[in-house]
């Protein structure tokens, strides 16, 4: 046995390593190629890295229903990992672990994924779009994807560089692919890098898909693979300007009223914070009549983010240099889009002249409002047909928009957090329009689509969830920054031709449906060590819910892990540790693990009645109930664990 190989089982026996992270250690070298994966490991034990060692390798990095995510960088990153070094400061070498994101667990992902699909399909050489963001290894893995279908006899469709998320989506809609994915980890910090995947619908994978793809990922203990015969090999199809110029007409569609922005330019400030966005949405906006302003220092594509601690643009700190340059510049609004553009954050300029940000739920909800409101003046909608329009959006997000649209006889389906299940009831829809209507969905311009659904289905009005995803129309299946940022610049050009700010219509919304603030909290806790106490956390909730909080008595608990629950449309809602409890006096909150970071978190509902005679006092009360509701949480949560 090797030196390293016999401290390793030492530590383990002094119980400094757990005793799956060695198991895991043996796994991993068997399965991975290359020196870099054991010459890692090997320093690691020499310098005692044991809580390191154990973050990488307490777990294998599980296919989930959403891909892998996972750092790609380790806390400690070792000589063999960094070798040469990599472009902008990175390792040359990924993260080695079982628990990271790295060639070898990439791989196993696309192989099973391409297993799925060929005992699926009928294609002799089935397609996959394969697209990535900004991130360090995105690119290489995204190649080393695409080599991977041709080898194994698929076309791979890869864009020439990177690109917003629901490009992809939409692309694979385009070419009629059998899958997808991108090489992204969203908003997550510089270190973490994910695979994420979709099925033909464009949408993320979802049962009974699922379970097959999974089973075939976890089936494989290596990413070695064997090319088959030449003539049955794929090709890589480089995608560029020509996909970005449909992908953005489509995008354009998304307003409902164009006329807005006729000799009206307004002046907003976009960033892109170092990822993708720019791409599309700094021409988008030109073409569309506003003046745009960029961030220069953040206009760069870098996967270390360098000027933002958290490249999350629901964070102030991540739009300051944005707002800043909004304030020298009299810019009306400042918009934001994470590294792989499918979240969108916004700051505006107030009654008071003050950049004031948006929450996730304020965005949604007057974007919700305006689109129902238009759609309506517009005559899409009527008293005879507004029974098949639906607002989709999950069950954490405000239940003003609930609220909204109901008052105009519309359906709301509330589902799981993730964009998937929002994706999942689209496909739904789409699949209940009648085939002798229609033969090809995708081909059909969005007016008949609109007169098909309204006539036949269901039409879909807007989507989203208060984590800043939004969705305006079903060509994408997943939540679309660029599509958010047309249909908020819109919002700014109807405040402007009513003189008024952004603000002033949100007062307006509050006024007329009533208040609803809400309350987000995470408690981060990361590593083996971390997972541990998250899980402990979450099973406490479902073994012992509360009966009281803060003064008040809990009338309902819906767990969501252990109870049967149905959506509005009778749908079962799947699985998920998730837990939401209803207080007496009207207040909500919930709490889930995170299934992307390492944390778990807390959503805080709180409202009051419609037609206040003051606002600021019914925005101060209500806030007040959810700072208190909260400190009682948190009391609560250190008993717990």
């Known amino acids: 046995m090797s030196d390293w190989k016999s401290a390793l089982e030492s530590a383990v026996g002094e119980g400094l390593v757990l005793a799956s992270s060695q198991e895991n250690v043996e796994n991993y070298l068997q399965g991975a190629s290359g020196d870099v994966a054991e010459a890692a490991i090997a320093e690691l034990v020499a310098n005692q890295q044991w809580e390191e060692l154990n973050d990488r390798f307490y777990k294998s990095l599980e296919f989930g229903t959403g891909g892998l995510r996972g750092r790609t960088i380790g806390k400690v990153v070792t000589k063999a990992e960094e070798g040469a070094g990599g472009p902008l400061e990175r390792p040359e070498h990924p993260c080695q672990g079982t628990a990271t994101m790295n060639y070898h667990n990439v ?28 991130r360090h290894f995105s690119r290489d893995f995204a190649e080393y994807c695409a080599r991977l279908c041709a080898d194994l006899g698929c076309d791979a469709y890869l864009f020439d560089g990177p690109r917003a998320t629901p490009q992809i989506s939409y692309q694979i809609r385009q070419v009629n692919a059998a899958g997808g994915i991108i090489l992204t980890a969203s908003h997550n910090p ?37 090319a088959v015969p030449a003539a049955e090999q794929g090709e890589v199809i480089t995608l ?10 489509g995008t354009q569609n998304l307003l409902l009223r164009p006329e807005l922005l006729e000799g009206r330019s307004a002046k907003v ?41 958290s490249p999350n643009p629901e964070n102030a700190e991540a739009l300051q240099m944005a707002m800043d340059l909004a304030v020298k510049e009299g810019a ?18 107030n009654a008071a002249g003050e950049m004031e940000l948006l929450t996730g739920n304020q965005i949604g909800s007057l974007m919700a409002w305006y689109r129902i409101k238009i759609m309506f ?116 050009a109807y405040a402007a031709s009513k003189n008024c700010k952004l603000t002033d219509l949100l007062d307006e919304v509050y006024q007329e449906y009533g208040v609803h603030v809400e309350l987000g909290k995470s408690i981060y806790m990361e590593g083996a060590e971390g997972a541990a106490k998250i899980a402990k956390l979450a099973k406490s909730y479902s073994e012992n819910p509360p009966t009281e909080v803060d003064g008040s008595a809990v009338v309902k608990v819906r767990d969501f892990n252990t109870d049967t629950i149905f959506d509005e449309e009778g749908d079962e809602i799947p699985s998920s540790a998730m837990l939401m409890v209803d207080l007496a006096d009207g207040r909500v909150f919930a709490v889930r693990p995170s299934g992307t970071e390492p944390k778990i978190k807390y959503y805080l509902f709180g409202k009051d009645e419609p037609n206040t005679t003051d606002l600021v006092a019914s925005k101060a009360k209500v806030s007040s109930s959810l700072d208190s509701m909260w400190q009682a949480i948190e009391a609560d949560i250190a008993n717990r664990v």
Not at 124 to 134: E, L, Q, S
Not at 410 to 437: H, M
Request: some cysteine; charged content about 25%.
């Open 332 to 349: 009306e609004a400042v918009i934001g889009t994470d590294p792989d553009c499918d979240r969108m954050g916004v700051a505006v300029r």
């Open 190 to 226: 510089y270190h973490d890098n994910g695979f994420k995947a979709y099925l033909d619908d464009g949408g993320q994978i979802v049962e009974p898909a699922a379970s097959g793809i999974i089973a075939e990922v976890n089936a494989l203990t290596s990413a070695d693979y064997e």
């Open 377 to 492: 003046e517009k005559g899409w909608l009527t008293e005879s047909n507004r029974s098949r329009a639906v607002l989709i959006k999950t069950l954490v997000t405000s239940t003003l928009q609930d609220t909204i649209a109901h008052e105009h006889g519309i359906s709301v389906v509330n589902t799981l957090t993730g964009f998937k299940w929002i994706a999942a009831k689209l496909g739904k829809y789409e699949q209940a329009l009648p085939k002798d209507k229609v033969e090809d969905y995708r081909a059909i311009s969005a007016e008949e689509s609109r007169k098909l659904r309204l006539e036949y289905s269901k039409f879909f009005v807007f989507g989203g969830e208060e984590s800043y995803g939004y969705l305006g129309d079903d060509f994408v299946r997943d939540k679309d920054g660029n599509g958010a940022v047309v249909m908020f610049a819109e919002l700014v």
């Open 240 to 249: 560029g300007a020509e996909a970005d110029e449909v992908y953005m007409a």
């Open 269 to 309: 400030v976009y960033t892109s914070i170092h990822g993708t966005g720019g791409h599309i949405v700094v021409p988008l906006l030109k073409k569309l009549g506003f003046e745009v302003l960029t961030v220069a220092e953040q206009e760069v594509s870098d996967g270390r983010f360098p000027t933002v601690a």
């Open 107 to 134: 791989g196993r992902a696309m192989q099973g994924f391409i297993r799925y699909v060929k005992a699926n399909s009928s294609e002799a050489k089935p397609r996959f779009v394969i697209g990535h963001d900004t």
